[in-house]
């Protein structure tokens, strides 16, 4: 491919790729993201591959791989255009039969449709699925798309276009003057407004400055910036180049986690296409603009999150947060200023420069503004990426897109923001999600991982998971929370372990707040959250752990023991067979018995009985 | 293992031996041999004039550096919350019975290293279970003993 150097050749470029679009021809689109591909998306590839070959329709149909459709619980799936027919957790052998009957036949093949969980409702086309229906998929809508591999389809969906209008026709103050007038804030958990951050570092009095896409993905159970950079690298590299000319950066970095090595991969090759296609490198599009991204990878540290952490970790240090200020923005990465941003902030940057401020600022709330990206998943049906606008309320998320909980349980709570947050108890389910509302309910937004939980889901066990993954990623510059947080999961565990006192739950409350005021970075001032807001919903759940010692939701194994049901119980013998300690006795046909003495509480026999026969109590 | 000073040298060459790259070279060091071998580290200490005792801080403060040798596979089993609540923690168990020892630890046969993550981002299909880069969805106890077949040595290997 020949640079493109200025808006003309960009225009015509644009103009043959939208020709060579225009007969669109069957189309099958493959979610082949990480979680399609470790659900066996790339034998669905291959079958489709050698059934085309073997059809001779090869050049009839195309074939395109695509990062992840957001609909992970029913991976692999596909959809097919024109019409867009959704077809759903598919195996090889499935694909002969697509082929032959809808592709050739136009026939709907009805085991392979969506049905939903709760009205056993079939469905055909993508769209008219309820877990699509009520998204509005501003920014994953081009996951279906995009072959990441491939910067022309990028091209084909409006890419580079706000690059190209941002480059030719404003200033780099006037196009922090349309972020602001947006709304747009940061996506990574705090929720600063963006062009406010912008100026700041464009103001910064030295020349040399950078951006950074903060890639650093650790709050367990959200991974939306993987499934961006994954499915549609381009959208973010876009958003940096039009950051780093309105704040003035000529070089940025991509700070990717260590444990998304697809988003490695495709980050990579887009970066290396767009060098070549001339949107990074000297003199973009002809506009004596120059900018350069590189890619950085983590090592594994949860801190790294921590935007001053992070920086020391580019700079090829222990990611060890410092104090602020000064901020980046006056001092950054090598001493210089310094903007970071998260992944979906910046994805979200040429969508507002080519539909404008005004269009953005209508969706969402007073104080949110635009699309969130959260990932539904825990004990739900309809796990996966959903995309909605600010303010909807928690009940349409869960249960509307969501499908309900898993197996017909009940609710209990969601969990929001990571190690910083908190759960979201049963009463607060109609509670519009935005920045503020979530902060006042004792969680925070943060990436936007949402991780529900049913009745079986302990709270004591939740606190205590998070106690122990923040003492282990705490940095230990603080005293506070490198103690803190040590001596606040020992009292949790001690709990959940039926070695609880009166006096505990106040203890708790005083350590929470001692790690909040004393702490230097987010980390250690969040890190009280999960046991505040477990304590704030759910204090009867310790309350029966410390005085009953009994764990309600029958998680916490040193309080609970497993039974075999007699009416329910067939004797078919394969609790027997699956039980490590041979703890289980009984006979073909006849009841069969847990000796507590030998039971581990290893949850083997539960798995295996067919008939709901053990209960834990 | 025979530790190649050439191969360490490459590796510092290719990041044009600056200080700042020091992560970088210790994950292609790790790439290379599985963990971290003390001369590789003595090697780039000296060549970025970095004190042995801030690359052992780095390589100590981030979870992806192992200073102790692997196994030749490496099963990473996920432990982020939407795992943990699908019952993570009871899989590593298994791991551990099965294969008879903890997280952390290789099996003397220097077949299996085990390990957990915090989250590997596939939150929708756990508990998740990674061995050599391979993924495996919605694991069940069960279903541990015949991802362990799978890559335990055939007879006659």
């Known amino acids: 491919m020949k640079k493109i150097n200025n808006t003309s050749e960009f225009n015509d470029l644009k103009r043959k790729i939208e020709e060579s679009k225009s007969n669109q021809k069957t189309t099958i689109t493959i979610s082949s993201g990480t979680c399609g591909l470790a659900r066996g998306s790339n034998h669905i590839i291959k079958a489709f591959q050698e059934e085309l070959k073997k059809q001779r329709i090869e050049d009839k149909v195309e074939l395109k791989i695509t990062g992840c459709h957001g609909f992970c619980e029913v991976e692999p799936n596909i959809v097919i255009f024109p019409d867009e027919i959704f077809y759903q957790k598919l195996e090889p052998k499935d694909v002969k039969e697509i082929i032959s009957e809808t592709i050739l036949g136009h026939k709907i093949i009805d085991r392979l449709l969506y049905t939903d969980p709760q009205s056993n409702q079939k469905f055909i086309y993508k769209k008219e699925i309820p877990f699509y229906k009520k998204q509005k998929r501003l920014l994953l809508e081009n996951n279906l798309f995009v072959d990441p591999t491939e910067i022309e389809d990028f091209l084909a969906v409006e890419g580079y276009t706000a690059l190209n209008k941002v480059l030719t026709e404003l200033s780099p103050e006037q196009v922090i003057e349309i972020i602001k007038k947006s709304g747009l804030r940061g996506r990574g958990g705090a929720g600063f407004p963006t062009g406010r951050k912008w100026e700041i570092t464009r103001k910064a009095k030295i020349k040399e400055k950078y951006i950074i896409c903060n890639a650093d993905e650790g709050d367990p159970g959200a991974y939306m910036d993987r499934s961006l950079l994954e499915g549609n690298p381009h959208s973010v590299i876009e958003g940096m180049i039009i950051g780093a000319y309105a704040i003035g950066a000529s070089k940025g970095y991509i700070y990717v986690r260590d444990e998304y090595p697809l988003a490695v991969e495709n980050v990579t090759r887009a970066i290396q296409q767009a060098k070549e296609y001339g949107f990074l490198g000297e003199n973009i599009l002809g506009s004596n603009f120059d900018f350069d991204i590189e890619i950085y990878k983590g090592a594994g540290a949860f801190v790294c999150g921590e935007e001053t952490a992070l920086i020391g970790s580019i700079e090829g240090k222990r990611g060890v947060p410092r104090q602020r200020p000064p901020y980046p923005a006056q001092k950054g990465l090598f001493g210089k200023p310094t903007n970071i941003n998260n992944v979906e902030t910046w994805a979200n940057v040429p969508l507002i420069i080519n539909k404008g401020p005004e269009w953005y600022s209508k969706i969402g709330t007073n104080g949110s503004k635009g699309t969130k990206i959260f990932s539904l998943v825990g004990k739900i049906n309809n796990t996966g990426l959903v995309e909605v606008p600010m303010g909807m309320t928690l009940r349409e998320i869960i249960y509307e897109i969501g499908g309900g909980i898993l197996g017909g349980k009940e609710f209990k709570a969601v969990q929001t923001g990571g190690p910083s947050g908190g759960c979201i108890p049963k009463e607060l389910l109609d509670l519009p999600i935005d920045f503020e509302s979530l902060t006042e309910a004792g969680s925070i937004m943060g990436s936007g991982g949402m991780i529900v939980m049913d009745e079986n889901t302990c709270m004591v066990d939740v606190a205590k998971y998070f106690l122990n993954f923040l003492r282990e990623e705490s940095c230990g510059k603080c005293l506070s929370c490198r103690e803190g947080t040590q001596r606040m999961w020992e009292i949790v565990r001690d709990i959940s372990e039926g070695k609880g006192k009166e006096g505990d739950i106040e203890l708790l409350e005083e350590l929470a707040e001692a790690v909040k005021d004393a702490s230097m970075c987010g980390l250690g001032q969040t890190a009280a959250n999960p046991v505040l807001s477990t304590l704030r919903y759910f204090r009867d759940e310790y309350e029966a752990h410390i005085k009953e010692k009994k764990c309600p939701a029958g998680v916490c194994k040193d309080l609970i023991q497993y039974f075999i049901l007699e009416d329910k119980c067939t004797g078919c013998l394969a609790c027997i067979k699956v039980c490590p300690q041979e703890a289980i006795s009984g006979e073909l046909k006849k009841l069969h018995i847990i000796d507590q003495n030998k039971c581990i509480k290893c949850g083997a026999c539960v798995e295996a009985c067919r008939f709901d026969a053990i209960i834990i109590k | ?157």
């Open chain 2, 1 to 157: 293992m025979d530790i190649s000073t050439n191969k360490v040298n490459s590796i510092l060459e290719k990041y044009g031996i600056q200080k700042k790259a020091l992560i970088s070279i210790l994950q292609e060091i790790q790439a290379e041999y599985n963990y971290l071998p003390q001369e590789a580290l003595i090697r780039v200490s000296e060549a970025l004039n970095i004190p042995l005792i801030d690359i052992f801080g780095v390589a100590t403060f981030y979870k992806a550096f192992s200073l102790k040798p692997r196994g030749r596979h490496t099963i990473t089993v996920c432990l982020g919350t939407a795992c943990h609540v699908r019952g993570g923690p009871k899989i590593v168990e298994e791991f551990e019975r099965n294969l008879g020892i903890k997280v952390g630890e290789t099996t003397k046969d220097n077949e299996f290293s085990l390990e957990t993550v915090n989250c590997l981002g596939c939150c929708a299909i756990g508990p998740v279970v990674v061995v050599d880069g391979e993924y495996h969805a919605k694991t069940t106890i069960g279903k541990v003993k015949t991802i362990l077949k799978k890559y335990q040595k055939r007879k006659g290997e």
